[in-house]
């Protein structure tokens, strides 16, 4: 259920490197990907229901 929470972590991560990274890479827009999905995903798993 929380595989979501993948999503955060990584978008945090590439905050990082986007800030100390010497990689030439677009962290900042590989963060705002990851970020999407998390808030996607989350609204959607919060929208669940268990069976009764």
């Known amino acids: ?3 979501y929470a993948s999503h955060f972590f990584w978008g ?3 905050l990082i ?3 100390y990274s010497t990689i ?3 962290f900042l827009g ?3 990907v990851r970020f999407n999905q998390y808030f996607k ?3 959607e798993v919060m929208m669940l ?3 009764e």
């Open 24 to 26: 030439d890479f677009d």
């Open 17 to 19: 490197q986007a800030k």
């Open 12 to 14: 945090l991560w590439a």
């Open 49 to 51: 229901t268990l069976p």
């Open 30 to 32: 590989y963060a705002v």
């Open 41 to 43: 995903m989350k609204l």
């Open 1 to 3: 259920m929380h595989l």
